[in-house]
């Protein structure tokens, strides 16, 4: 009997946000990604739109709810697949934080977008860090959602690593190509799928390595959003709250790491607060 292989760690559905839809295109990076970027609302010269960045193997999908919230606000808001997720593809640069924070600024430059207020979940709070850190000058305010500056800040609720070994056990059985004739590969999760998972999984096992004091730069309104059952440890969204100056520090009772599809409004409120005080 053909053994059981061994099971993927996750699918990638694609699925669109139910709003307003202004401007779906792919924006080329200079290493060859490209990055599914999609506007809600409509961009008006001299407003100042609002960047939503999702966490680790999501799409902007995430935002669903929040981006609704936003468009009523007025707020225009730009929703990127980061790369190797979602619609967007790998390219050849290193997979890092840091990478993935210069893509942000790549989609504002071609959609003509001098500043933003960011929005960031998980591992896209910590790109919303790193963007007001190095870029600030390009952010009007942010809001770092669940976001960590080491590994260790971040409780494994999901035993990441099985994960990786998983994803990682899935693509070698298929390499073998000795699927049986009742199996239609192009049915299943591709070994290139599988493998890009296993890295996507492996960067939050090993990144980021933010020092809580390079904080100290950041000079926009600032709100650093948690969830009264986060996976992150409150060491560690102390330790990203007091090394921002004047960062408002903010927990959501009853909610764990899902902080956007959980709460929706409380963190479309934030935004909104950040907007009125980078007035």
């Known amino acids: 009997m053909q053994p059981m292989p061994p099971r993927p760690y996750r699918a990638k559905p ?3 946000v139910q709003a307003p839809m202004s401007f779906a295109q792919r924006v080329s990076t200079p290493d060859g990604a490209l990055l599914a970027t999609f506007v809600y609302g409509r961009l008006r010269p001299g407003s100042v739109p609002v960047l939503v960045l999702h966490g680790n193997g999501g799409t902007h999908y995430t935002f669903d709810a929040v981006i609704g919230r936003l468009l009523d606000a007025g707020l225009a808001v730009i929703a990127v697949d980061a790369r190797a997720q979602g619609q967007s593809t790998r390219g050849t640069a290193a997979l ?3 990478q993935m924070a210069e893509d942000a600024l790549v989609v504002l430059d071609a ?3 001098e500043r933003a207020h960011v929005l960031g979940h998980s591992d896209g709070g910590i790109e919303a860090l790193l963007l007001a850190r190095d870029h600030g000058d390009r ?3 942010i809001v770092a959602g669940g976001a960590n500056l080491t590994p260790e800040g971040v409780v494994d609720e999901w035993d990441t690593q099985g994960s990786v070994r998983a994803n990682r056990d899935w693509a070698s059985w298929l390499a073998q190509g000795d699927l049986p004739s009742s199996i239609d590969p192009t049915l299943l999760p591709s070994t290139e799928e599988a493998l890009l998972d296993a890295e996507l999984l492996q ?3 090993d ?4 020092e809580a004091s390079s904080l100290a730069s950041i000079s926009c309104p600032a709100c650093v959003l948690v969830g009264e059952h986060d996976c992150i440890t409150p060491e560690e969204t102390n330790a990203i709250a ?3 100056p004047s ?3 903010v927990t959501v009772p009853g909610v764990g790491h899902s902080l956007p599809r959980q709460a929706p409004d409380s963190v479309a409120l934030q935004v909104l607060t950040n907007v009125m005080l980078a007035r």
Not at 207 to 210: C, R
């Open 139 to 141: 952010v009007a305010s």
């Open 207 to 210: 990144e980021p390595h933010i």
């Open 111 to 113: 959609l003509g977008v």
């Open 203 to 205: 960067l939050m096992l």
């Open 247 to 249: 960062a408002r520090l």
């Open 242 to 244: 007091d090394g921002i």
């Open 96 to 98: 890092t934080y840091e």
């Open 14 to 16: 694609r699925t669109l």
